[in-house]
T-cell receptor
Framework: EAQVTQNPRYLITVTGKKLTVTCSQNMNHEYMSWYRQDPGLGLRQIYYSMNVEVTDKGDVPEGYKVSRKEKRNFPLILESPSPNQTSLYFC??????????????FGPGTRLTVT | LAKTTQPISMDSYEGQEVNITCSHNNIATNDYITWYQQFPSQGPRFIIQGYKTKVTNEVASLFIPADRKSSTLSLPRVSLSDTAVYYCLVGSYNQGGKLIFGQGTELSVKP
């Protein structure tokens, strides 16, 4: 089954304790992206990757890091989490469709609480 | 990057047709228009995508006028299970990987 998986699904942590949210896709997609979703603010892109070893900032990259060492994995790293990073996080992947269109597949989400 | 504008919310009744319009005045030549559906605490789900004119699939239709500065998602005969947030997204690989979702339209379907 084609899917994007994220782990953990729920995480409560404390300020400053480094954490990693993993994202994996089994569709051999080139493009992967991380979003955060907050009430009233919709989906905001954090980082994206056009292919292995190619990453770039989205709209809200401050406080986050990513890496793309393999095509299937795109972990999101919070080196020193702060309470304003409490949010619902989604990972997505997409193939390059004919003409250059995106058709993103989203993971189930990771609800992060930083106290 | 093309910015999108949608109504914040819409109400409808079961069995009605619902049309949600998205404005994207600065759409680029290579950009595609994609609509996603999101239920609470779930990831968005692809509904339909188009470049111009009309596209139809088993769940929706997408109408795009010739100037491509707007698009309309049409949901025929909605049911309670269509209650969700609908997002319009404009972009393409040729414009880079940065994608900006709009605020979305919260559709409420009543019995």
């Amino acid at each position: 089954e084609a899917q994007v998986t994220q782990n953990p699904r729920y995480l409560i942590t404390v300020t400053g304790k480094k954490l990693t949210v993993t994202c994996s896709q089994n569709m051999n997609h080139e493009y992967m992206s991380w979003y955060r979703q907050d009430p009233g603010l919709g989906l905001r892109q954090i980082y994206y990757s056009m292919n292995v070893e190619v990453t770039d900032k989205g709209d809200v990259p401050e406080g986050y890091k990513v890496s793309r060492k393999e095509k299937r994995n795109f972990p999101l790293i919070l080196e020193s989490p702060s309470p304003n990073q409490t949010s619902l996080y989604f990972c997505a992947s997409s193939d390059r469709l004919a003409g250059g269109a995106y058709e993103q597949y989203f993971g189930p989400g990771t609800r992060l609480t930083v106290t | 990057l093309a910015k999108t504008t949608q109504p914040i919310s819409m109400d409808s009744y079961e069995g009605q047709e619902v049309n949600i319009t998205c404005s994207h005045n600065n759409i680029a030549t290579n950009d595609y228009i994609t609509w996603y559906q999101q239920f609470p605490s779930q990831g968005p789900r692809f509904i339909i995508q188009g470049y111009k004119t009309k596209v139809t699939n088993e769940v929706a239709s997408l109408f795009i006028p010739a100037d491509r500065k707007s698009s309309t998602l049409s949901l025929p005969r909605v049911s309670l299970s269509d209650t969700a947030v609908y997002y319009c997204l404009v972009g393409s690989y040729n414009q880079g990987g940065k994608l900006i979702f709009g605020q979305g339209t919260e559709l409420s379907v009543k019995p």
